[in-house]
């Protein structure tokens, strides 16, 4: 009689694990892979899990919540002086502009206060062209 009780008790707990297997939502996120530019700072570039820019190569991570996509790298990135800077500082979050399709991401400016925002180049959807740059200031 014990034994019927353990195969039922061992049943059960796979038929959960399958369930739970089953029913889990995996996160997927949007390619946000290509060359990101700004007028006034030059270009990062966001290749699978890591970050290209000012001549640093940062790994991040993406990730989402309510304010929507954003990659966190290992250490620091933003922008002084009109440069692109990496520093063992604090990760900020590097926000982007849509969730489904990304078109810019925005890093701390560290001089001007707000954050710099890198457009996409449009030359990862096959054409040559880029779009406007432009500064954003959180007042």
């Given at each position: ?105 925005s890093?701390p400016?560290?001089?001007?206060g ?26």
């Amino acid at each position: 009689m014990r034994q019927k009780g353990a195969v039922w008790i061992v049943a059960g707990a796979v038929v959960l694990a399958v369930v739970l297997f089953l029913t889990r939502q995996e996160t997927s996120y949007p390619n946000v892979s290509g060359r990101y530019s700004t007028y006034c700072c030059g270009t990062l570039e966001i290749e699978s899990s890591r970050i290209v820019a000012g001549g640093n190569e940062v790994p991040f991570e993406l990730g989402k919540d309510k304010l929507g996509l954003f990659a966190l790298p290992k250490t620091f990135l933003g922008v002084e002086h009109g440069h692109i800077v990496s520093t063992s500082g604090h990760p900020d979050f590097l926000r982007f502009d849509d969730e489904q399709r990304p078109s810019s991401i925005s890093l701390p400016n560290l001089t001007e206060g707000g954050s710099t925002k890198f457009e996409l180049e449009l030359s990862r959807r096959g054409q040559s062209l880029s779009l406007t740059n432009s500064n954003i200031r959180d007042d």
